[in-house]
């Protein structure tokens, strides 16, 4: 994965799924960005791209990448706990995700969020998170595409204001381009970004360059 030397210095893109020990000192004071080389998170971003993909599909490969993701996130990530269960066939001891630790998925959603074309400036005008979060919340930031970086620096300025720290939060995007990750590195070190592709430029309408197109409208057939 190719980044310009500035941003290099912003922020470690990691391919492999594992973090090693070097990469997790540098993930206290730096953003990583994680492209899993899984073969179905390529083949998703394939059928994405396409432009003769009807929005039915589009949209089931948006939730197919999403789900891999966001697995490829929570690996070591999520609170377990352990104990004992009757099988059919005998007492098996099992792990289970601890319902009593603080878990969000938070969407950013197509008709929450607006955009003025001109100046490519985000402007929320639905906003259903918590007034705070609870101790210790573990949350999951999912959004189509990193672009410019304004609707996502937004959103996880409104989530930190409600008590979340930057090493709690994971982001999880289909596509993501170097303005938005910029940003992100500069305003919340400690991030982890989880991304099926890097694409190299965003063009000057806000778009990413080779991208996916407008997710929303694509989605929707609108």
Known sequence: MSCSSALRRSFVTVKSHMATTEETSI???????????????????????????????????????????????????????????????GVASVEFIDPREPVAVIPILRAGISRD?????????????????????????????LATGGTIVASLQLIKERGVENQQIKVISAVAAPPALQKLSEKFPGLHVYTGIIDPTVNDKGFIIPGLGDAGDRSFGT
């Open 27 to 89: 993930s206290e004071d730096r953003m990583l960005v994680f492209v899993p080389p899984h073969p179905l998170i390529k083949h998703w971003v394939s059928v994405l791209r396409n432009e003769q993909t009807p929005s039915m599909i589009f949209r089931n490969a948006m939730a197919e990448i999403g789900r891999l993701l966001m697995y490829e996130a929570s690996r070591d990530w999520l609170p377990m706990v352990t104990g004992e269960i009757q099988s059919p066939m």
């Open 117 to 145: 074309e001109e100046t490519l400036q985000p402007t929320i005008y639905l906003n259903k998170l918590p007034d705070t979060f609870p101790e210790g919340s573990r949350v999951f930031v999912v959004d189509p595409m």
